[in-house]
């Protein structure tokens, strides 16, 4: 089924996730947007993204878990990444 399927985890920025919800569906993609969502458990720890989206269209972008966006951008244009 075509369309975008939202799952809820525990976000820690409701109201971020909120708009980004908005923005996201506007885009119209198809695929998966995780919030809050562990992506990843190991036997002491797990990894969670504030946001995931995994799309044909888009490709993989997400949101670290408890970091800025701001800040995230600025450590990959420090990193020379783009």
């Given amino acids: ?5 939202i799952i809820y ?3 820690t920025n409701p109201t971020a996730v ?3 919800v908005d923005v996201v569906q506007r885009l119209n993609p198809e ?13 002491d720890d797990r990894v969670n993204v504030e946001a995931l989206l995994v799309s044909a269209q888009y490709g993989l972008g997400g949101l670290p ?9 600025r450590k990959r244009r420090l990193d020379g990444d783009t």
């Fill in 1 to 5: 089924m075509p369309g975008l399927e």
């Fill in 9 to 11: 985890g525990k976000p």
């Fill in 18 to 20: 909120r708009e980004l």
């Fill in 31 to 43: 695929g998966t947007l995780y919030l809050g969502y562990p992506v990843l458990a190991l036997a």
């Fill in 65 to 73: 878990h408890g970091v800025p966006a701001s800040r995230a951008g």
